[in-house]
C-alpha cells in the first residue's frame, strides 16, 4: 500500500444488502445505479453484531460490490465478524471493487458509476440490473482528506471519472489543479464541477482500445509544471498509472508520499462463458493477486525471489526485454536467464511476443508493487525475516527458534542492525496508519496527558494521537537504532512544530521503567517474548505509571475456533522467528495476570485488532 500524506479515516468493513433504486445512464458510455436500503444506515448483522451506518467521506472512497456465480441464485459471502469480514477460500467470493461516486446520508443512497464497454462480471450486472434488484456490498474501509498541495495534478481513464468527478466537487473555489482524462471517443465527455483554476484536458482515443495507448503519460510529460508543491492522484490501467509514477518519482523529482496511483483494472484478456460470451467465466478467469497468490509451490517463490533479486521485474518494467540485453544488465548468465524467463512463461508471469524478447504479463505486473520488492528481496526488512521458515523442521524438532538455524544469528539481534532497523520501520509505517487513526480516537486515549509508545510503529501512532489530542504529550521509547529512524521520521511526518515539540524520544529498552506515564501502550511487541519476559516487560509498564493510569495492550490474539489462514501463518511465523507464537485470550489473561494487571475493558479498533485496556490489581 503506498504511503501517502493524505490523513486517513478508518471504518469498520461491514456486509450490507442494498437494492437497486434507479438506474440513470448519463451518455453513450456511463450508466449509474443508485442503491439504497435499511442496511445502509446501522443495523444489526445476521450473527447478531451491531453494525455502523454506512460512511463514504473521501472522494476515492470504493466499496465490494459481490455477484452470484453464473447458474447461481445466491452469492458466497464472507461473514461478518468485528470491524472486519473473514473471506472464504473455497469457493471464493465473486466481487469487485468500485469508486462511491455519491453518498446521500439523509436519503440513504448511494451512486455507482459504471463504464459501459467491455466484458465483465460488473459490467454485466450493470447492463442487466433493474430496479429491486438486490446486492451485497461492502462498506469503504477507510476515508482520506482532500491532499494538501499548491495544486494537483490529476490523470485517469474512463475509469476513474467517478472518483474525479467526486474530487472536482470537494475543491474548494481556489484549488488549482490539471486534470487529464482518457476516454474512448469524443462524445463520452461528461460535465464536470468547474472552477477557475482547474484546467481540464480529455484525451478521446478515437476508438482505439482501451490500455493500448499512451495518451495519459504523454499528456503529463508534456503538463505545464507549476510553481509550488503539487500532489498527483493517478488511476486506471494498471501498467499505464505504474509508467506515470515513475515518471513523476524519476524525471519530476515528487517524492513518493505525493504520488498516489491506484491500478482500477489490468489489460488482458477476458475468457467468456461457453453460453453467455457477455459474461467472463470465473473459474478461468483468476484476479492477479488471486493467482500471485497460489503461485506458492515451492519452486515459483523461490524463482519469484531471485528474479527480485536480479532485478528483472524492474528491467521488464523499463522496456529492456531482449534477453541478451537482460543478462547484461542483470548481471546473470544468459543460458541460466534463459531457463528462469522460459519458466516464468509457463507459469504465466511472463509473455515472448517475439522470439527471446520478454515483458510482464497482468499477473507479472503484481512484481511491481512497492510492497513485493521488501517481502521477496533476501536484504528486505519482511524478506530476511521469512528466511526462518527455512529452517522450520528444527524448530519444530526443538521447539526454539530457527532463524539462528539458517542466519547464524538470533533474530532478535539482528532486528537491531541500523540497516535492517531503517528497512523494517519504514515498511510498517507504510501500513500502521491504519490502527494509528482508529486508536487515537479509541476512549482509552481520551483525557491522557502522557502517553508512552512501545511499538515499531510508534511514530505513526505519535503522530496520530499528538493531531487529535492537543494536550497530550508523547514519548516514544525504544532502542538507540529505532530512534534515529524515528527522529527523521516525525520531522518529516509531523510539519507542525508545536505538534513535534509534544513528541520526546527516550533510549528504553522494553525491560526499562518509564516513570510519570498516564498509559503504556504495546502494540505488537508482546509475542517476541516468552512468558517470564513477557510479564517482566508488563511489570516495568506498571511501574512507570502515576496513580490512575493504564497499560494498553494491542496483540494478535490466537482464536481457539478454526484456524484463520492469515493468523495461524502469523503464529508460525513468530515461532520460527523468536521460539514463542502468538498466544490465545485464555494465555493473554494468564500473562497479565501474572504481571499484577487485571483486564479492565477490551474494545476492537481499526479492522479488528483487539486493544486491552489492563490496570494494577491493587487499584481494582
Known amino acids: 500500500m503506498p504511503k501517502t500524506s493524505r490523513s486517513l479515516t478508518v471504518h469498520p468493513i461491514t456486509l450490507r444488502e442494498v437494492e437497486v433504486a434507479r438506474i440513470t445512464d448519463l451518455g453513450p458510455a456511463m450508466r449509474r445505479i443508485t442503491l439504497t436500503g435499511s442496511q445502509l444506515g446501522a443495523f444489526t448483522s445476521a450473527n447478531g453484531m451491531e453494525q455502523p451506518e454506512f460512511r463514504s467521506d473521501g472522494f476515492d472512497d470504493d466499496i465490494r460490490l459481490i455477484f452470484s456465480y453464473p447458474g447461481k441464485q445466491e452469492p458466497v459471502l464472507p461473514v461478518q465478524d468485528e470491524a472486519h469480514l473473514d473471506w472464504p477460500k473455497d469457493p471464493r467470493a465473486l466481487s469487485r471493487v468500485y469508486t462511491v461516486r455519491r453518498w446521500d446520508a439523509e436519503r440513504r443512497e448511494l451512486d455507482v458509476d459504471f463504464v459501459k464497454h467491455g466484458t465483465g462480471i460488473a459490467t454485466s450486472w450493470a447492463y442487466r440490473a433493474r430496479p429491486g434488484d438486490h446486492i451485497h456490498i461492502t462498506s469503504p474501509a477507510a476515508s482520506q482528506e482532500l491532499p494538501t498541495a499548491d495544486w494537483l495534478l490529476v490523470a485517469g481513464d474512463d475509469t476513474a471519472i467517478p472518483a474525479i468527478s467526486r474530487l472536482l466537487e470537494s475543491l474548494p473555489e481556489d484549488a488549482k489543479a490539471q486534470v487529464f482524462i482518457e ?30 495507448t499512451t495518451l495519459l503519460l504523454d499528456a503529463v510529460r508534456s503538463a505545464d509544471w507549476w510553481p509550488g508543491a503539487p500532489y498527483a492522484w493517478v488511476a486506471g490501467e494498471s501498467a499505464a498509472v505504474k509508467d506515470i509514477r515513475r515518471f513523476l518519482v524519476e524525471h519530476r523529482d515528487m517524492p513518493k508520499t505525493e504520488v498516489e496511483f491506484t491500478g482500477y483494472w489490468r489489460n488482458s484478456e477476458v475468457i467468456v462463458m461457453a453460453d453467455d460470451p457477455s459474461i467472463p467465466d470465473p473459474e478461468r478467469n483468476e484476479e492477479a493477486f488471486e493467482k500471485f ?70 499477473v507479472g505486473d503484481i512484481f511491481l508493487e512497492e510492497f513485493v520488492e521488501d517481502a521477496l528481496h533476501r536484504d528486505g526488512a519482511f524478506g530476511r525475516r521469512e528466511t526462518a521458515l527455512f529452517g522450520l523442521v528444527e524448530a519444530l524438532r526443538t521447539g526454539h527458534e530457527s532463524y539462528s538455524v539458517i542466519n547464524g544469528q538470533p533474530y532478535a539481534e539482528f532486528r537491531n542492525e541500523q540497516s535492517h532497523t531503517n528497512k523494517f520501520l519504514d515498511e510498517i509505517a507504510k501500513f500502521s496508519r491504519y490502527l494509528a487513526e482508529p486508536l487515537a480516537k479509541s476512549p482509552s486515549i481520551q483525557g491522557l496527558s502522557h502517553v508512552v509508545v512501545r511499538s515499531s510503529a510508534a511514530g505513526v501512532i505519535a503522530q496520530a494521537i499528538v493531531s487529535h489530542h492537543p494536550r497530550t504529550r508523547v514519548t516514544i521509547a525504544g532502542l538507540p537504532s529505532q530512534l534515529a529512524w524515528f527522529r527523521a521520521d516525525l520531522t518529516e511526518s ?71 489462514e492469515h493468523a495461524a501463518g502469523d503464529d508460525l511465523r513468530h515461532f520460527a522467528l523468536f521460539g514463542t507464537g502468538l498466544r490465545t485470550e485464555q494465555e ?17 479498533v481499526g479492522w479488528g485488532d483487539k486493544l486491552f485496556r489492563l490496570l494494577p490489581a491493587d487499584t481494582r
Open 494 to 564: 509531523i510539519p507542525n512544530s508545536q505538534r513535534r515539540d509534544r513528541v520526546e524520544l527516550v533510549e528504553s529498552s522494553l525491560f526499562d521503567t518509564t516513570p510519570g506515564a498516564d498509559a503504556v501502550l504495546f502494540n505488537w511487541e508482546l509475542a517476541a517474548y516468552g512468558p517470564a519476559d513477557a510479564a517482566l516487560i508488563l511489570r516495568r509498564a506498571a511501574d512507570s505509571l502515576t496513580d490512575g493510569g493504564r497499560v494498553l495492550v494491542i496483540e494478535g490474539v490466537l482464536d481457539d475456533g478454526p484456524p484463520d
Open 588 to 604: 493473554l489473561e494468564e500473562l497479565f495476570g501474572s504481571a499484577g494487571l487485571t483486564i479492565e475493558s477490551t474494545e476492537i
Open 293 to 362: 497468490h497460489e503461485l506458492a509451490d515451492l519452486l515459483p517463490p523461490m524463482a519469484i525471489r531471485a528474479a527480485v533479486v536480479l532485478g528483472l521485474p524492474d528491467l521488464l518494467a523499463r522496456g529492456v526485454s531482449d534477453i541478451d540485453d537482460l543478462a547484461r544488465r542483470s548481471g546473470a548468465d544468459r543460458r541460466a536467464l534463459g531457463k528462469l524467463l522460459r519458466y516464468f512463461e509457463g507459469i504465466g508471469l511472463v509473455a515472448q511476443p517475439e522470439p527471446a524478447r520478454f515483458r510482464l504479463t497482468d
Open 183 to 212: 476516454v474512448a471517443h469524443r462524445e463520452h465527455q461528461l460535465p464536470l464541477q468547474e472552477l477557475s483554476g482547474v484546467n481540464v484536458t480529455w484525451l478521446p482515443r478515437d476508438g482505439a482500445p482501451a490500455g493500448s
